[in-house]
């Protein structure tokens, strides 16, 4: 199969962009920015909860999904309509949620080993959590049994193998989302998107380092600019207050944005694959 060419991915994606930014603003923009708003206020309110920020985090990628589905029904056709991709991404969306599970099930399943190898080294769980994301690295040692090295040394090697072997799998499987749209697979879809990646492995990898850097950067600017200036407005205030919720309003603006893009850029990716595969 020929190899996709990510500028020319990338100059597709400023193209649909530039030309159909109205309709995602109208459709998907707020959505996006909404359920990203919700995940910065979920994070401020259960910050001492963290089993039932992490739920709520969870549910909220739902209705991401689905305005992401928009987003990519959009730059998929250019003659479909705002209503249009409402409807496409509604229609594929239990496709969609089964597809997104089976994510979800694939890192549970790694991480059960890692659980394991903790209950095995003998380190008391509960009592290292209840110190709290702070915790003074002499506590934390304190309680960690001498024989408890070699088990958490092993957790350590492995993780490591988990990491690199999931971001392998997660860039293979970077188009199951656009692939279960526009030709209405479900767990077929998986197989589809290695498919139409092979060979993109670096290139998908670069990509996302770009885009991780360029939307850390950026999410940060939004909030310490916004931030400053809320605080020098209405004055410093702890925990929850205006200058939190702008700040995060502000990140989340700035997220949502970027989350148009690389719903964008993976459409786009979608074409030019296809395209490629068809020239052999």
């Known amino acids: ?26 459709i998907a923009g707020p959505a996006i920015a909404g359920c990203l708003f919700a995940q910065q206020l979920t994070q401020k309110l259960l910050e001492e909860q963290p ?21 990519m029904a959009l730059a998929i056709d250019p003659a479909v309509t705002p209503a249009e991709a409402v409807q496409r991404a509604s229609n594929r969306m239990p496709a969609t949620l089964l597809l997104w599970l089976v994510l979800l099930a ?15 080294s003998g380190v008391p769980i509960e009592r290292v959590a209840a110190l709290g994301p702070n915790a003074d690295p002499q506590a934390v040692a304190a ?35 656009v692939v279960g ?18 060979r993109m492995t670096l290139p998908l990898l670069g990509v996302s380092l770009l885009y991780g850097l360029v939307t850390l950067v950026a999410t940060l600017a939004a909030q310490t600019v916004v931030g400053t200036v809320l605080a020098l407005v209405f004055g410093k205030s702890d ?3 205006i200058v939190a919720i702008g700040a995060a309003l502000a990140t989340a603006c700035v997220a949502a944005a970027m989350t148009v893009v690389a719903a964008s850029f993976i459409a786009k990716f979608y074409l030019a694959a296809r395209r490629a595969e068809d020239l052999g």
Do not use: K
């Open 181 to 198: 749209l526009v030709e209405a697979l479900a767990l077929p879809a998986l197989r589809r998107s290695w498919q139409l990646t092979r």
């Open 239 to 241: 925990g929850f207050g």
């Open 51 to 71: 089993v039932a920020n992490s739920v709520v985090s969870i549910l909220l990628q739902l209705p991401l999904l689905w305005a992401q589905l928009q987003v």
């Open 106 to 120: 694939v890192v549970a399943a790694t991480m059960i080993p890692v659980g394991v190898l903790l209950a095995a």
């Open 143 to 177: 309680l960690i049994p001498q024989g408890a090295v070699p088990f958490l040394l092993a957790t350590l090697f492995y993780l490591g193998i988990v990491a690199v072997a999931l971001l392998v799998l997660f860039l293979r499987w970077t188009l199951i989302y």
């Open 1 to 26: 199969m020929a190899r996709v060419s990510i500028s020319a991915v990338w100059d597709r994606t400023t193209e649909f962009l530039g030309e159909r930014s109205g309709a995602v603003l109208a």
